[in-house]
C-alpha cells in the first residue's frame, strides 16, 4: 500500500519557529509582516511568528525567511550560519523536505 504525506506549510513553518528558538543567541522571532505584528500586539503570537516560507513557481521546492531577534553581544553572522544548518538538517530529517534557500533576516538586538 502506497500513499502520499503532505505537510502544510503552517506546520513546516512552525517546525522552523521551533529550531530556531533553539539556538543560542536567538532572542525571539519578529513579526515578519503587518498582520503578524498585529496578531503579536493582540497576544495571538505562536511558534511559526518570524518565519515566511516560500514556493517556487512550479511549486517544488520551498524556502525560509526567518526573521530574528539576536542577543547583544552574539556574533550576528555566526548564529545566522547555525539556523540556517540547523533549520536545514531538521527540515530534511523530520519532514523530508530540502529547502532550496534559507534566509536569515536579524531585524533587531536585544540585552538577555
Do not use: F
Not at 6 to 33: D, F, K, R, W, Y
Not at 34 to 62: H, P, Q
Amino acid at each position: 500500500m502506497t500513499g502520499t504525506i503532505q505537510i502544510s506549510e503552517a506546520a513546516l513553518a512552525s517546525l522552523i519557529g521551533l529550531t530556531a528558538h533553539e539556538i543560542p543567541g536567538v532572542v525571539g522571532m519578529a513579526p515578519a509582516n503587518l498582520k503578524e505584528g498585529i496578531s503579536r500586539v493582540l497576544g495571538r503570537a505562536n511558534v511559526s511568528d518570524g518565519v515566511v516560507i516560500g514556493r517556487d513557481r512550479e511549486g517544488g521546492t520551498y524556502t525560509a525567511d526567518l526573521y530574528i531577534v539576536a542577543a547583544y553581544g552574539v556574533s550576528i553572522p555566526t548564529v545566522a550560519r547555525n539556523i540556517v544548518e540547523r533549520v536545514e538538517h531538521t527540515v530534511k530529517n523530520l519532514a523530508g523536505i530540502e529547502l532550496s534557500a534559507t534566509r536569515v533576516h536579524a531585524v533587531g538586538v536585544q540585552r538577555v
